[in-house]
């Protein structure tokens, strides 16, 4: 990793403490799959997007929305083709009915399944798996370090599996070559010497943990991280959004009437408020961004 | 509550994290030593890099068949936690999203089954060991259809359901065969080399 994208990665609600960037996921992206209504949809793939090009970097951004817009597409169609109900059918489509209700749903949901995705984007980049283990630690111990070290394996196995592709190829068993039955034996053949040298160094490993004291005491992590007032402070800004978000559920107004015929989302003052709440939230991982450039600018 | 769209997409996804939790904890409350949990760790990094690593045939993977095979030498717990868990590291590849629970719960289901059906003599045979590999490839695409349907069609219901599983049939059914060619592919050699693991150092006696 270089260094300018390290600092990158650590800036903003990344260095926020992990539970209050998990907290803010959780509220972020619960609301993005509880609201089926046009506006809050919108309001979130907004927010989402604008997050995800702030804080995740232009190449990996592009591919969000190389990955995305297909996805919106795809389920903006299946919709009206799955789903025949609603009153106003705009054409029939071998005798089955693709209605203008189901196509708009369709659109909706689309755009909601594409927020999310875009949310998780975000969420990879500031939660990050030790930050998930320092969280989960504490819960499921066992199940953490199990994750904790698959994912540190899987790096190592994708180096070893190098060195017994090119041996196998050397000595004329490339996996690249052949026709597709071959290529699956030799894969197959790869990933089978791969079993015998990673089980043989697990339990090694496992010795030498047990060697050095593993289980012994309470686990530390590799990260240190202290719940400061800033977090406090930021916590509980997330929960009342959350909580506002929640009413706005109960009472009603995060979802519109679609069936049998569409009723426009009526709007008083407190939907209003609701959309400012979401759209609050929703804008957080940029404004404390925006707000720390403006920091940094000013002091430079 | 609230009238208009019903969501089954956050209802649905809630359940399948409370549904992956027992198992969890069922294996938690083992307080496993290193020994213990280190293959399955290592079997399941395996069968997240074998998802990788057959990317090129879409749909044909070998993960199943992996999870299947660990869960028949180290039991039907560690066969849910080494599917939900490669699932899980998997996604670092292919993308975290709201499909994640999912996949964790039909790749754990299928290692927790593959797991008691052992335990009970039924994968002996050949027949038996094709017939179950076949019918993964379905468990886990009718598992993740309740996700694409939940999360897609408005008001999931049987025939959106039914015409969802008929639209993944033939990638069930890939994934099925490749499960069932790496079943006959590793499965004696695989088998014999996690259990010579268990046996030279004494892991999961249960």
Redesign the interface.
Known sequence: MTEKKALKTESGLSLYHPLVSFCYFVAV??GT?????PYFVLISLGCALLCAAMINGKKAFLGTLG?GLPMFVF?AL??PL??H?GATILFYLSDNPVTLE?FV??IV??G??FA??VW??C??TVVT?DKFIYIFGRI????A???S???S??PR??AQ?KVIADAQRSIGLDWKSGT?GQR??S??R???I???W??????I???S??ARG??QHKRSTFSIFRFGKRDAVMMALVLILLAAEIFA????R??????PAMIAPKTDFIDVLMYAAYTALGILPAAIQIKEDLKWKRLK | ???????Y??IS?VMVILALIPF??L??M??????E??????????A???RA??AF?PH?K?TSA?IIITAMVFGPEAGF?TGA??A??SN?FF????WTPWQMFAWGLIGFLAGLLSKRGLLKKKWQLIVFGAACGFIYGWILNIWSGA?????LSWQ?YI??CITSLLPDAVHGTATV??LL??SD??GA??RR?KQ??GILAS
């Open positions: 992206i619960a799959l509880l609201f089926i209504h990955f389920i299946a919709n799955f789903n109900r189901a749903y369709g949901s689309a909601m399944m999310a995705v998780f984007t969420y990879n798996s499921l111990p066992s199940v370090l199990i994750i070290m698959t994912l394996l899987i196995l994708m599996i597709l699956i034996r894969g197959a790869i990933l089978s791969l079993v015998s990673a089980l043989e160094d697990a339990v490993t496992a010795d943990m047990r593993y289980g559920y109960i009472s009603g995060g979802t519109m009437e679609f069936y | 509550m609230a009238t208009g769209a019903k969501n997409g956050l996804m969890l904890m294996y938690e083992k307080k496993p030593q290193a020994r949990w280190i293959p399955l760790a290592v079997m399941a990094a395996i997240a890099v074998g690593a057959f045939v044909f070998p992996i936690l868990i490669s899980l590291a670092l993308g975290q999203g709201p999360g897609f069609v408005y008001g959106s015409s969802l060619i790496f592919l590793l050699s695989w080399k996690l693991v030279k150092f």
